[in-house]
């Protein structure tokens, strides 16, 4: 293009709609990480022997493991002492045991954030969990989804209840030592969400959990287990935000899935955590490990996610594939904008035979974002007849953001099929006028374009959330073209 | 309707229209034909509001209003159409989804609400009957794998829903076999209305056998040279611009 970008280059400020704080009464452990850290949090949780020393053992692999510094992200250091591990809104009682024992702040915030605890304004069909900071504050919808056998509840309470099923399969896809955000998250895990799926069970609705991170200098640290047993259906879906604050707080949450054979998990996410300012103050440090096992034959797990938000986000959603003909699905949409940062990608492991995977990739980037593709295809020996696709695009928005695209290929096995498509684009100064032409305003024609980007991930999407999805997109960009 | 002064107009720094004139009445279709650099797509842009042309004296006034104080969208609102000679791509985007965004911001600038979605519906299908195009058409992401035919085409059913007062047409013909542009031409006869203008600008007279126009304007060196009847064209394809650029000079 010869034309000057004047029209794409002035990307300035977005909104952060979610950027609230709630005053509320806070529980609060002072900073810092020692023994002792581990022991209280485990204590605050009444947990059993086995767990704590489940944790111990993760806390001292991580004081022997070192930051990973392979990414495609710039920060300043750590300080692992400078952070609390543990907060906690008051509660009069020991936990909430139902809705009129939750704190009417809590339920305001999550009103504010467009989801009401209260049963009857939920959207038809979801049940919800909802972890804010370090525990979880309530599950709706838990009779009905009891009628079907079907286990949805805080991490906390599957420990208490269920801690046989918790015993057999935690840490079994992602090891305490799998890196050094994972053995973090396994010593001072504080919360999160469990969901077992009994044999021959569709889940009667989709699930869903909601974090929000509230109180100062707190990292958030949960642990999602889910396991589909055989023969059964789970839609999950995980929607993230947090206040605007001027500190950096980290996220370094671990996932788990478990699926056997015939059964299958779509796991959705809308990340919207705080992204920071313009000049990058502030923002979350969204370093996650998710990770999903297709231990049975024919089970199939379909991660999509939409990541408009951290400041720095260090994430690969990926699949197992050990049973025969499994199947592992990997759709994204990363957006970064003025000083965001992401590193995802996914990883598809094939080990049985005939397992398939999909992978497509759109990230968008704007101002100064940077945003890199890091993928593995790893076809083992025993994976006779592993077929890939992988699709990785890149949309450039202005001329000061990054694309970057790490694909690693690993073939063992020579009747392996794979294809890699990939193409990196800008939106033109053409494309703008040309819609600006027909009567569309300059930033719904950016919506436009960026929308049409993104339609082969948000169609697997289920509705409500690819609605929401396109809205925090648009307002991401808002202000993005001049 | 369209009265265009003096109109000079400069791309990075090179001056393009040296002072252009012309008077374009509701109803009539006025041809503007020149050599090659003429400045023929220049006008059709500049009349468009794209970026990265200079106005550095005369006026554009479109119904009394001052069109180059207007934005793209703007220009949309007040009834100004664009079909362009090389139709852009919009991955992902469907037909029928950025015309409604379209005609949505076109009634948001006239102070309407946003139409029906069945009634929109119901519209576009009709149509697409009446210009005798595939209803799949709605569905295709705008211009993507589209024919050089099947993107005329795609701009003129636009312009079609748009229901624009003035089309200007940029190069419709070019890259057309004789079919497609008896289709295409089929089409903006149809459009033609007694409150609706067209300013064609094309390089050569076949389209004007198809598209009958009121007058025809010879542009050349930044400015229009000569003006005249359908005639005109006729002789222009018989001898050429020398001629006329000799008598000039």
New interface residues.
């Given amino acids: 293009m010869s034309?000057?970008n004047?029209?794409v280059q002035a990307f300035i400020g977005q909104k952060y709609e979610a950027g609230f704080v709630t005053d509320i009464e806070q529980e609060h452990l002072p900073p810092g990480l020692s023994e002792d850290t581990v022991r209280f949090i485990s204590g605050k949780k009444g947990e059993p022997e086995w767990l704590l020393e489940w944790r111990l053992k993760a806390f001292r692999r991580w004081k022997e493991m070192k930051e990973p510094e392979w990414a495609h992200v710039h920060y300043p250091k750590i300080d692992y002492q400078s952070i609390s591990y543990w907060a906690a809104p008051k509660s009069k009682t020991d936990g909430p045991q139902s809705l009129a024992d939750v704190d009417p702040k809590l339920i305001e915030t999550y009103n504010k954030l467009g989801i009401p605890l209260e049963e009857q304004k939920m959207l038809a069909g979801v049940a919800v969990d909802v972890v804010f900071d370090s525990v979880s504050v309530h599950t709706t919808f838990k009779e009905k989804l009891a009628d079907a056998g079907v286990i949805f509840c805080s991490f906390s309470e599957a420990v208490r209840e269920h801690p046989e099923l918790v015993r057999r399969y935690l840490g079994t896809v992602v090891p305490q030592h799998d890196n050094y955000f994972a053995a973090l998250n396994s010593a001072v895990f504080s919360d999160g969400s469990f969901v077992y799926i009994p044999k021959n069970t569709r889940s009667p609705m989709e699930l869903s959990t909601y974090f929000r991170m509230n109180a100062m200098n707190t990292g958030q640290f949960e642990r999602t287990l889910i396991v589909a047993d055989a023969g059964s259906y789970v839609s999950y879906l995980e929607g993230c935000t947090a206040p605007q604050r001027d500190e950096n707080q980290l996220h370094a949450a671990v996932v788990e899935l478990v699926v056997l054979d015939d059964a299958e998990i779509k796991y959705s996410t809308v990340q919207n955590w705080y992204p920071g300012d313009e000049e990058g103050r502030g923002g979350i440090y969204n370093f996650v490990t998710k990770r999903g096992d297709c231990r049975g034959r024919n089970s199939k797990i379909s991660w999509t996610q939409v990541e408009t938000g951290s400041a720095i986000t260090w994430k690969y959603p990926s699949c197992v594939l050990k049973g025969e003909n499994s199947v592992g699905e990997f759709y994204s949409v990363a957006l970064t904008h003025n000083r965001q940062q992401a590193d995802t990608g996914t990883k598809m492991i094939h080990l049985g035979r005939n397992t398939r995977s999909t992978i497509v990739s759109k990230g968008i980037s704007a101002g100064r974002g940077q945003n890199a593709y890091r993928g593995l295809v790893r076809i083992a020996k025993s994976a006779e007849g592993a077929r890939n696709y992988t699709q990785c695009d890149s949309l450039l928005i202005g001329d000061q953001c990054g694309a970057h695209t790490f694909p690693y290929v690993e073939v063992k096995n020579s009747s392996a099929k794979l294809e890699h498509e990939a193409s990196t684009s800008k939106i033109?100064?053409?494309?703008l006028?040309?819609?600006?032409?027909?009567?569309?305003?300059?930033e719904?024609a950016v919506n436009?374009?960026v929308?049409?980007?993104?339609?082969?991930v948000f169609k697997e999407l289920p509705m409500e959330f690819a609605v929401e999805a396109q809205k925090l997109l648009s307002v991401s960009l808002e202000g993005a073209v001049g | 309707m369209l009265t265009i002064e003096n109109l000079q107009v400069e791309v990075d720094g090179k001056p393009i229209l040296r002072g252009l004139n012309l008077e374009l009445p509701a109803g009539q279709v006025h041809a503007i034909m020149g050599p090659n650099g003429s400045g023929k797509s220049t006008l059709a842009h500049v009349l468009?509001?794209?970026?990265?042309y200079t106005v550095t004296g005369g006026s554009v006034t479109f119904n009394g209003r001052d069109l180059l104080a207007l934005?793209?969208?703007e220009?949309?609102?007040e009834g100004v159409?664009?079909a362009?000679q090389y139709?852009?791509?919009?991955?992902?985007?469907n037909n029928v989804?950025?015309?409604k965004?379209?005609?949505n911001?076109?009634r948001k600038?006239r102070g309407l609400g946003e139409i029906n979605a069945v009634e929109f519906l119901a519209m576009v299908k009709a149509k697409t009957a009446s210009l005798g195009l595939k209803e799949s058409l709605l569905n295709r992401?705008v211009n993507q794998g589209f024919s050089g035919g099947e993107k005329k085409r795609n701009e003129v059913f636009?312009m079609s829903v748009?229901e624009p007062t003035l089309a200007v047409l940029d190069e419709t013909d070019s890259g057309l076999d004789i079919d497609a542009l008896r289709i295409v031409a089929e089409g903006v006869n149809q459009l033609r209305d007694p409150k609706r203008s067209f300013l064609v600008v094309t390089h050569y007279q076949r389209l004007l056998d198809y598209i009958v126009p009121d007058v025809v304007h010879v542009l050349a060196q930044g400015q229009i040279i000569k003006s005249g009847t359908r005639e005109l064209a006729l002789e222009l394809e018989a001898r050429g611009y020398d001629w006329l650029l000799q008598a000039v000079a």
């Fill in positions: 034309a000057p004047t029209d033109s100064e053409d494309q006028f040309y819609l600006r032409s027909r009567g569309i305003g300059q719904d436009l374009i929308n049409g980007f993104c339609r082969q | 468009a509001g794209k970026p990265g934005s793209p969208e220009r949309a609102g159409f664009l362009f139709p852009v791509e919009i991955p992902g985007v989804y950025m015309l965004a379209a005609l911001g076109i600038h992401p636009q748009l």
